[in-house]
C-alpha cells in the first residue's frame, strides 16, 4: 500500500496564524517595511506563539525552508531565541512593543545587531 504523507495542521492553529499575519500587516501599513520585512515579523510573532521549531514557524509564516532557517539562525545568534524560548517585549506596552518588534524584524534583515 502506497500512503501519501500530509502535513497535519490544526485548524486553530491556521486561523491563529491568520490573525498574526493580519495584525503584522496592518501594523506595517504605513511603514517603509517591504514584503520580506512582513514575512519577518510573522516569523517573529509565529515563534513567540507556537515555539521556536524552525521548519513549523517557517511552514506558518510562508517561508521557503531556506528563508526559515536563516531566520531561526539570526533569532538564536542573536538572542531573540534562547532555549527554546523567545526573548522579546514585543507585547509590553511601556518597554517595547511594535518598536521592539519592528527592531527584531531589521535584525532578521540583517540592519542591526542585538547581542544577548
Not at 26 to 37: F, G, H, I, M, P
Not at 45 to 68: M, Q
Request: charged share 30%; hydrophobic share 45%.
Amino acid at each position: 500500500m502506497n500512503r501519501k504523507t500530509f502535513n497535519y495542521i490544526d485548524p486553530e492553529v491556521v486561523a491563529q496564524q491568520v490573525a498574526i499575519q493580519k495584525l503584522v500587516k496592518e501594523l506595517v501599513e504605513d511603514t517603509s517595511l517591504e514584503e520580506k520585512d512582513v514575512k519577518a515579523a510573522c516569523f517573529l510573532l509565529l515563534g513567540a506563539a507556537f515555539g521556536t521549531d524552525v521548519d513549523v514557524v517557517g511552514r506558518l509564516a510562508g517561508c521557503s525552508r531556506e528563508e526559515a532557517r536563516k531566520f531561526g539562525r539570526i533569532c538564536r545568534d542573536e538572542g531573540i531565541w534562547v532555549k527554546g524560548q523567545t526573548h522579546a517585549l514585543w507585547f509590553e506596552q511601556d518597554e517595547g512593543g511594535v518598536v521592539a518588534l519592528i527592531c527584531d524584524v531589521l535584525v532578521l534583515g540583517g540592519l542591526l545587531t542585538r547581542k544577548p
